[in-house]
């Protein structure tokens, strides 16, 4: 889909402090060769106060993403927030909380729980509530938040591709104007891959005890038990249309992307996400994504905002956000670059 008048105002994250892979390594808590095969040196860690639940991680996010873009809350006309995992509360609408704290109480505030592309996905979801002309504002803030605590999950363990870091990142979207325009989105589903993060798992009445969970084992029990004889072309395919889509829309070659934004994550076989987008590793989030750790969702709003932080990017670049998550659903976004982000 190729947009006109949208652009992104705002972006920012809240980081915890790291822990690096060689002290978790000493202390028994992830084995030398996964540390090596992965890359990822090191992930960020909230603490277990209230104070890093992560709806209020989100709330800061938040707050910092609209004051960036110059953004009055009262110009907000929905909140979505994306997240993987639990968010301090059961049965609770952490969407309205953040919601009420960043923009007032008025405001449509809906949770995504698309896994690891429901931010991306967002944008997306946004920008169409956004130019149906719902709602009186003229932006919308989308806010990601995940806190991986034991013992159900194992931040260095769970998944095989990659290792959990904490935090949260927010971005507004406006039909004003910002700091980079958003020439297209595309997303691409397949949603027989939704077995794959399943794997052998019944649909039991009630939560399972809190027991370390295995994403990998269920990956690979999904794909025995699916027995795809095209998984890895389904994959693929997946990956690229989105990329494909979005580019052609925006009329953007893809020698032209400046730097690319994806998820943290390592197949460590060779053939990794850079490869299949056509973008040289350099050229992408992977530097920055391997300090924090895979954010759940949050990993293209940090990494775009790292990226205008630091002064990688300048005006006329085109950036290529990307992202993928268990459903399976890939989001992919270009935006061109118009000026320095708000101080």
């Known amino acids: 889909m190729r947009w006109d008048n949208l652009f992104v105002s705002g972006v920012a994250a809240w980081v915890p402090p790291l822990t690096s892979g060689a002290d978790a390594v000493a202390a028994c808590l992830l084995d030398a060769d996964r540390y090596t095969l992965r890359g990822i040196r090191s992930v960020a860690v909230a603490s277990d106060s209230e104070d890093d639940a992560p709806p209020r991680m989100a709330v800061r996010a938040a707050r910092e993403a609209l004051r960036r873009g110059g953004t009055d809350p009262a110009d907000v006309a929905l909140l979505l927030h994306a997240t993987l995992w639990f968010q301090g509360v059961d049965m609770w609408p952490e969407a309205?909380?953040?919601?009420?704290?960043?923009?007032?109480?008025?405001?449509?505030?809906?949770?995504?729980?698309?896994?690891?592309?429901?931010?991306?996905?967002?944008?997306?979801?946004?920008?169409?509530?956004?130019?149906?002309?719902?709602?009186?504002?003229?932006?919308?803030?989308?806010?990601?938040?995940?806190?991986?605590?034991?013992?159900?999950?194992?931040?260095?363990?769970?998944?095989?591709?990659?290792?959990?870091?904490?935090?949260?990142?927010?971005?507004v979207l406006s039909t004003q104007d910002g700091f980079a325009r958003v020439l297209a989105t595309a997303t691409a589903a397949d949603n027989s891959l939704e077995i794959l993060a399943r794997g052998a798992e019944p649909?039991?009445?009630?939560?399972?005890?809190?027991?370390?969970?295995?994403?990998?084992?269920?990956?690979?029990?999904?794909?025995?038990?699916?027995?795809?004889?095209?998984?890895?072309?389904?994959?693929?395919?997946?990956?690229?249309?989105?990329?494909?889509q979005a580019l052609a829309d925006s009329k953007t070659a893809v020698e032209n992307i400046a730097w690319a934004v994806i998820p943290v994550s390592r197949r460590g076989s060779g053939h990794e996400l850079h490869d299949l987008l056509e973008v040289p590793d350099e050229r992408t989030s992977w530097g920055y994504g391997r300090t924090t750790g895979h954010l759940g969702a949050g990993d293209q709003f940090a990494g775009l905002a790292q990226l205008i932080e630091t002064g990688a990017v300048s005006r006329g670049d085109r950036v290529l956000l990307y992202g993928g998550g268990a459903g399976y659903t890939c989001t992919a976004a270009v935006v061109e670059i118009q000026g320095p982000l708000g101080a």
């Open 96 to 171: 309205s909380f953040i919601a009420n704290e960043t923009v007032g109480r008025q405001v449509p505030a809906y949770s995504i729980a698309q896994r690891c592309n429901g931010g991306m996905g967002s944008v997306e979801l946004a920008a169409t509530y956004l130019t149906a002309g719902l709602g009186t504002g003229t932006a919308a803030l989308i806010t990601t938040a995940d806190r991986f605590a034991g013992p159900r999950v194992d931040r260095w363990n769970s998944v095989d591709v990659t290792m959990y870091g904490d935090g949260a990142s927010a971005l």
């Open 203 to 244: 649909l039991r009445p009630h939560p399972p005890e809190p027991t370390p969970i295995d994403l990998g084992q269920r990956t690979r029990d999904g794909a025995r038990i699916a027995a795809f004889d095209d998984l890895t072309h389904r994959y693929i395919d997946l990956l690229v249309s989105a990329k494909n």
